[in-house]
T-cell receptor, first 112, second 113 residues
Framework: KAGVTQTPRYLIKTRGQQVTLSCSPI?????VSWYQQTPGQGLQFLFE???????NKGNFPGRFSGRQFSNSRSEMNVSTLELGDSALYLC???FGAGYGYTFGSGTRLTVV | TQLLEQSPQFLSIQEGENLTVYCNSS?????LQWYRQEPGEGPVLLVTVVTGGEVKKLKRLTFQFGDARKDSSLHITAAQPGDTGLYLC?????????????FGQGTTLQVKP
């Protein structure tokens, strides 16, 4: 079966711009979570969506936002990009809490 | 302060050696997960341990959950170059109906042929 698909795989943006990343979960999975991975901070939770509702949010500024559509696909948006936003952004999907999480390959965002 | 402390942070060994990676905390968890991540890819779930003292085996990998459910270890027997990667422990944070994973900082393992 198809895995979690993240697009694009690589992205280069300029400071001050905004970016939208996309995640298509495994068919049947209704929970989608987003994580930021950097060498210094490791993997950090951004937010989780379940059935189009944000259930949990991590400690990130309001420039980071997301949404989930009725088909469970999710997008995250980062506005007013800063150099420190350069990271690997990972999406994970699951049937729900208590089940295993399947991660996508990530989107590598570079802010210059 | 990290909720999950992994050690060591880096490990470089020769093929055929054994190794153990640790994941420690002062908190008690209902379950703990181990992931492996290869460069350019997302983490892949290896195992979930849920019972204190539980031991699970996955080929040459042995996972143990501490009796008090505060710590876990991953032991690899006769490591191979294909075991190279970032090993991460993680727990579910918050109420049982949310999907927020908290990860340790990870252990980077390099197995040289």
């Amino acid at each position: 079966k198809a895995g979690v698909t993240q697009t694009p795989r690589y992205l280069i943006k300029t400071r001050g711009q905004q970016v939208t990343l996309s995640c298509s979960p495994i068919s049947g999975h209704r929970s989608v979570s987003w994580y930021q991975q950097t060498p210094g901070q490791g993997l950090q939770f951004l937010f989780e969506y379940f059935s189009e509702t944000q259930r949990n949010k991590g400690n990130f500024p309001g420039r980071f936002s997301g949404r989930q559509f009725s088909n469970s696909r999710s997008e995250m948006n980062v506005s007013t990009l800063e150099l420190g936003d350069s990271a690997l952004y990972l999406c994970a999907s699951s049937f729900g809490a208590g089940y295993g999480y399947t991660f996508g390959s990530g989107t590598r965002l570079t802010v210059v | 302060t990290q909720l999950l402390e992994q050690s060591p942070q880096f490990l470089s060994i020769q093929e055929g050696e054994n190794l153990t990676v640790y994941c420690n905390s002062s908190s008690v968890f209902s379950s703990l997960q181990w992931y492996r991540q290869e460069p350019g890819e997302g983490p892949v779930l290896l195992v979930t341990v849920v019972t204190g003292g539980e031991v699970k085996k996955l080929k040459r990998l042995t996972f143990q959950f501490g009796d008090a459910r505060k710590d876990s270890s991953l032991h690899i027997t006769a490591a191979q170059p294909g075991d190279t990667g970032l090993y991460l422990c993680a727990v579910i944070s918050g109420s049982s109906n949310t999907g927020k994973l908290i990860f340790g900082q990870g252990t980077t393992l390099q197995v040289k042929p």
